[in-house]
């Protein structure tokens, strides 16, 4: 019997009991729809509260929503205009938060239409695409006054929110859509394995500045003097950035470093010289000098390594074919860290502000470097059990 779709094999649309499924389309646009105007309706209101306040403050309400808006479009990776000045340096928080909003509606509207075929959850990746990218148009054409082209808006936030829409969908309601050969899952694992342990080394390096420079960062509040809406910005906007610094973090770890205006890199083995930086409090937690042990910092990155290692050599990866394995995996997650370190560099304005962040390249040629060896001294020394655990369970 041919189901309406016209194909004889394709498995007919999960149904819940008790539940009519809304329609691909709609569901699609409600999700999308939902994944925009959380996240903006949550800004919106922090600037309304902010601006309210502040009412003594020279700004009106439409101009602090404006904010907003320009705000949760750079969290899409769309440079706003300040004052004339590209700020290509981006809060990439907020743009973490529209991607976990992005992967709840779809896998919301995946659940809520009964999805049961991978043309159906491309149908609702597109609609509620679509509609998120019409939202971001719409925000682009109301906040003048960030300069971002709606055209712009609309293809950039409409390609991300199809990519996240897509795969969560498919993996959600297709088993099986992106399944791969397990050597890929394996080289995959490893390389998100070292990439998140690094993350996370820096970012518990960057808790640690932030607490040995407290009396800085009390400082420089003190000369900012923020009112109570002041306040509420820098504590938003350093949230907003801690994403960003905690890369920073990981450069520094690994030894690269990162610069802070031209030809001024913050490094463990560098010299470090007094420089402007901008009013964030986060930043005043740079290092003032160079640790004394400095040059241990990159047996972080080989500890990492290590724990990459570590879960190739359960997957069952040892010998020569576990080293090769680990190789690929360090290379993957090289490039990974440095599309992520190219994405937290840029600049908030001009002069000293105008190059901030770590080199890509340099990220990432070390980050695979250190990863390699850590994971080779786990991995390369062959193992009497070279099949997977869950085969050993078997054969038990």
């Given at each position: 019997m041919v189901d309406v779709e016209?194909?004889?094999?394709?498995?007919?649309?999960?149904?819940?009991?008790?539940?009519?499924?809304?329609?691909?389309?709609?569901?699609?646009?409600?999700?999308?729809?939902?994944?925009?105007?959380?996240?903006?309706?949550?800004?919106?209101?922090?600037?309304?509260?902010?601006?309210?306040?502040?009412?003594?403050?020279?700004?009106?309400?439409?101009?602090?929503?404006?904010?907003?808006?320009?705000?949760?479009?750079?969290?899409?990776?769309?440079?706003?205009?300040?004052?004339?000045?590209?700020?290509?340096?981006?809060?990439?928080?907020?743009?973490?938060i529209s991607i976990a909003l992005l992967a709840f509606a779809a896998r919301w509207a995946a659940n809520a239409s009964a999805v049961g075929r991978?043309?159906?959850?491309?149908?609702?990746?597109?609609?509620?695409?679509?509609?998120?990218?019409?939202?971001?148009?719409?925000v682009a054409l109301l906040a003048r006054n960030v300069g971002v082209s709606p055209l712009r808006a609309l293809i950039v936030c409409a390609l991300l929110a199809f990519v996240i829409t897509a795969v969560v969908a498919l993996r959600t309601a297709v088993p099986g859509a992106l399944r791969t050969s397990s050597a890929v899952?394996?080289?995959?694992a490893g390389?998100?394995?070292?990439?998140?342990?690094l993350l996370a080394a820096g970012a518990l390096a960057v808790l640690a500045s932030l607490l040995m420079h407290m009396p800085d960062v009390g400082l420089l509040i003190t000369r900012l003097q923020p009112?109570?809406?002041?306040?509420?910005?820098?504590?938003?906007?350093?949230?907003?950035?801690?994403?960003?610094?905690?890369?920073?973090?990981?450069a520094y770890l690994l030894g690269p470093g990162f610069s802070i205006g031209d030809s001024h890199v913050i490094a463990p083995l560098s010299d470090v010289a007094a420089t402007t930086v901008p009013g964030l409090p986060l930043l005043a937690a740079?290092?003032?000098e160079a640790p004394a042990f400095g040059v241990a910092l990159p047996l972080i990155g080989v500890?990492?390594?290590?724990?990459?290692?570590?879960?190739?050599?359960?997957?069952?990866?040892?010998?020569?074919?576990?080293?090769?394995?680990?190789?690929?995996?360090?290379?993957?997650?090289?490039?990974?860290?440095?599309?992520?370190?190219?994405?937290?560099?840029?600049?908030?304005?001009?002069?000293?502000?105008?190059?901030?962040?770590?080199?890509?390249l340099l990220l990432g040629l070390v980050a695979s470097g250190v990863l390699l060896i850590g994971a080779l001294a786990v991995v390369a020394w062959p193992s009497r059990l070279t099949a997977p655990l869950a085969h050993e369970a078997v054969d038990g």
């Open positions: 016209g194909s004889s094999s394709s498995p007919p649309r999960r149904r819940h009991e008790g539940d009519d499924p809304l329609p691909l389309i709609v569901a699609g646009a409600i999700g999308g729809a939902a994944a925009a105007g959380v996240a903006l309706m949550s800004l919106g209101f922090l600037s309304l509260a902010a601006w309210m306040l502040a009412p003594a403050a020279e700004l009106e309400a439409s101009t602090m929503l404006e904010a907003a808006g320009g705000a949760w479009l750079a969290g899409q990776g769309l440079a706003p205009v300040i004052q004339g000045v590209t700020v290509t340096l981006l809060p990439w928080g907020f743009g973490l991978r043309g159906e959850a491309l149908v609702v990746a597109a609609t509620a695409s679509v509609t998120y990218g019409v939202i971001a148009a719409l899952r394996d080289v995959v390389a998100l394995a070292g990439t998140l342990l009112d109570v809406a002041g306040a509420i910005m820098l504590t938003v906007l350093s949230l907003a950035y801690l994403p960003v610094v905690s890369v920073w973090g990981t740079l290092p003032s500890l990492a390594g290590a724990g990459c290692g570590w879960l190739l050599r359960r997957r069952g990866h040892t010998g020569l074919r576990g080293s090769g394995v680990a190789a690929l995996s360090s290379v993957t997650a090289g490039i990974g860290l440095a599309l992520i370190g190219w994405l937290c560099s840029g600049s908030l304005g001009e002069a000293r502000l105008a190059a901030l962040g770590p080199s890509p």
